[in-house]
């Protein structure tokens, strides 16, 4: 029986964790859920998991919950980042699931390495930000720490049973987004509404639009070599429209290993919390017979810069990933509330970076100085704007 915290339970990947915590009672208990701002759906949760304790982003939320909660059924009910790091560290908990949205999820994720707590990881920027720090310390407490983004599933997947001195590159597919073949002369009129509306995934919003703009894979590939330990020139990114293919492995003999599936994230939530067995589910085989074709293509770097900006990065290393990820985040808010537009996310981006003298990631409040700086460096451009 594993004891499990989430973080980021109202969200996609943590709404979907449920389900598979819930489709398997006799494996998995849920302790404690971490959920933003989300009162009732959290509700509909504490009724369906009776956690222990609940916390949400702020303290004005968490009191409108106690309020909703009928008496008797009350779980103990946290806010804040304190608050969080609070339900990934209690001493039941043996698993935390890290579903946050952005940088929000740094702290009780690395909070949670240091404590020895398995983490299945499916807030990239941890990664982005401070992989070098996590994957250290993960190392250090005996911890794993397991992905839950479906490309890194795949790489897991792909990896077992092979000695990694004979994997000669990492290949990530992406679906490409809704604008994969939208021509680069019309990307200046998108709207958010069209941003969001991936066609093969369910996503949050931030990830949907990341998606769009390709910044996603770029972070993903930055995640990548944290989690696999290869470096970033061995990390290849191709577009996958029919996303069934979720990425592969190539080996020096020639063999490339891939991992196929139907687009849903069930499947690498399910593999990351019963690792390395894969659980029966109710989800649709994958009938190649009616598949259609699947093909694959080079990412434009010109029409899609967040990806480009990305691996630019990844290249800089030290203080730079962190930088681009909190410059991105403001972007795309920006972006998602109207103030700027589609094309304008990787030229904030851009600026941000271009401001930015590195300095050496050497422990947490270095990532977090980072993130700051970026953020008030973006913040001043976008009101210069």
Same mark, same amino acid.
């Given at each position: 029986?594993?004891?499990?915290?989430?973080?980021?339970?109202?969200?996609s990947i943590g709404v979907t964790t449920l389900k598979v915590i819930g489709a398997h009672p006799e494996r998995y208990r849920v302790v404690a859920l971490?959920?933003?701002?989300?009162?009732?759906?959290?509700?509909?949760?504490?009724?369906?998991?009776?956690?222990?304790?609940?916390?949400?982003?702020?303290?004005?939320?968490?009191?409108?919950?106690?309020?909703?909660?009928?008496?008797?059924?009350?779980?103990?009910?946290?806010?804040?980042?304190?608050?969080?790091?609070?339900?990934?560290?209690?001493?039941?908990?043996?698993?935390?699931?890290?579903?946050?949205?952005?940088?929000?999820?740094?702290?009780?994720?690395?909070?949670?390495?240091?404590?020895?707590?398995?983490?299945?990881?499916?807030?990239?920027?941890?990664?982005?930000?401070?992989?070098?720090?996590?994957?250290?310390?993960?190392?250090?407490?005996?911890?794993?720490?397991?992905?839950?983004?479906?490309?890194?599933?795949?790489?897991?997947?792909?990896?077992?049973?092979?000695?990694?001195?004979?994997?000669?590159?990492?290949? !990530?597919? %992406?679906?490409?987004?809704?604008?994969?073949?939208? +021509?680069?002369?019309?990307? =200046?009129?998108?709207?958010?509404? *069209? /941003?969001?509306?991936?066609?093969?995934?369910?996503?949050?919003?931030?990830?949907?639009?990341?998606?769009?703009?390709?910044?996603?894979?770029?972070?993903?590939?930055?995640?990548?070599?944290?989690?696999?330990?290869?470096?970033?020139?061995?990390?290849?990114?191709?577009?996958?429209p029919q996303s069934i293919v979720h990425s592969m492995v190539e080996y020096r003999d020639g063999s490339i290993i891939a991992q196929l599936g139907i687009?849903?994230?069930?499947?690498?939530?399910?593999?990351?919390?019963?690792?390395?067995?894969?659980?029966?589910?109710?989800?649709?085989?994958?009938?190649?017979?009616?598949?259609?074709?699947?093909?694959?293509?080079?990412?434009?770097?010109?029409?899609?810069?967040?990806?480009?900006?990305? !691996?630019? %990065?990844?290249?800089?290393?030290?203080?730079?990933? +962190?930088?681009?990820?909190? =410059?991105?985040?403001?972007?795309? *808010? /920006?972006?998602?509330?109207?103030?700027?537009?589609?094309?304008?996310?990787?030229?904030?981006?851009?600026?941000?970076?271009?401001?930015?003298?590195?300095?050496?990631?050497?422990?947490?409040?270095?990532?977090?100085?980072?993130?700051?700086?970026?953020?008030?460096?973006?913040?001043?451009?976008?009101?210069?704007?």
């Amino acid at each position: 029986m594993k004891n499990i915290t989430v973080l980021g339970s109202t969200g996609s990947i943590g709404v979907t964790t449920l389900k598979v915590i819930g489709a398997h009672p006799e494996r998995y208990r849920v302790v404690a859920l971490g959920a933003g701002k989300n009162i009732n759906l959290l509700l509909e949760q504490i009724r369906a998991f009776k956690p222990q304790v609940v916390c949400l982003q702020d303290h004005e939320s968490a009191l409108e919950l106690e309020h909703l909660l009928p008496p008797g059924q009350r779980p103990e009910v946290l806010w804040g980042t304190e608050g969080f790091v609070e339900i990934a560290l209690m001493d039941e908990v043996d698993t935390v699931v890290s579903a946050m949205t952005g940088a929000a999820g740094l702290i009780p994720t690395y909070r949670a390495v240091l404590a020895s707590k398995e983490v299945a990881l499916a807030n990239k920027e941890t990664m982005v930000m401070a992989g070098a720090l996590i994957i250290e310390e993960a190392k250090r407490s005996g911890t794993r720490v397991l992905p839950i983004d479906s490309e890194h599933s795949a790489i897991l997947q792909c990896l077992q049973g092979h000695p990694r001195e004979d994997v000669v590159k990492i290949i !990530l597919t %992406a679906s490409g987004g809704p604008f994969h073949s939208l +021509a680069p002369e019309k990307l =200046a009129h998108v709207t958010p509404s *069209e /941003a969001l509306a991936h066609p093969n995934w369910e996503m949050g919003p931030k990830i949907t639009v990341d998606s769009a703009t390709l910044m996603n894979k770029g972070l993903e590939a930055i995640e990548a070599r944290w989690f696999f330990n290869i470096p970033m020139e061995r990390i290849k990114i191709l577009i996958h429209p029919q996303s069934i293919v979720h990425s592969m492995v190539e080996y020096r003999d020639g063999s490339i290993i891939a991992q196929l599936g139907i687009p849903d994230m069930t499947i690498p939530i399910s593999y990351a919390l019963s690792y390395p067995n894969h659980l029966e589910n109710r989800l649709p085989s994958l009938d190649l017979a009616k598949t259609a074709p699947l093909t694959f293509h080079e990412p434009d770097l010109d029409k899609f810069k967040c990806l480009s900006l990305a !691996l630019e %990065a990844a290249r800089r290393g030290d203080s730079m990933p +962190a930088v681009l990820n909190a =410059a991105n985040e403001v972007a795309v *808010e /920006a972006f998602l509330n109207n103030k700027i537009g589609f094309l304008d996310i990787p030229k904030l981006i851009q600026k941000t970076m271009e401001a930015h003298t590195t300095w050496p990631v050497e422990s947490i409040e270095s990532v977090i100085r980072a993130d700051d700086w970026a953020r008030k460096k973006a913040s001043e451009i976008l009101k210069q704007a």
